[in-house]
């Protein structure tokens, strides 16, 4: 069974900084894109952040120059460094694995963790 968890949110304060993790199964990991999504109250999900299999990353330009994302084939995992946190970067945090195979797409999503960034 194909499994997404995430884990490493909380409550934060404005400035202050979270590490967000991701474990994907070892079947999909490798082969897939990795990105990390974020929906906040009353609004829809929206790409943060993108890893290649080669390691290639994209940002929104929302988060460039605060988040990092990064991914260790070794252990499945990617990661999202949070910096520089804002009010506005309160949401819920959603990783999502992505690959084709013979012209199928394959989508995979977490359960999400949740960010609060308030002072």
């Known amino acids: 069974q194909v499994q997404v968890v995430e884990s490493g949110g909380g409550l934060v304060k404005p400035g202050g900084s979270l590490r967000l993790s991701c474990a994907a199964s070892?079947?999909?990991?490798?082969?897939?894109?990795m990105h990390w999504y974020r929906q906040a109250p009353g609004k829809q999900r929206e790409l943060v952040a993108t890893i290649t299999t080669s390691g290639s990353t994209n940002y929104a330009d929302s988060v460039k120059g605060r988040f990092t994302i990064s991914r260790d084939n070794a252990k499945n995992a990617v990661y999202l460094q949070l910096n520089s946190l804002k009010p506005e970067d309160t949401a819920v945090y959603y990783c999502n694995a992505n690959y084709i195979r013979l012209g199928i797409v394959y989508n995979y999503w977490g359960q999400g963790t949740q960010v609060t960034v308030s002072s």
């Open positions: 070892g079947s999909i990991f490798s082969r897939s894109v």
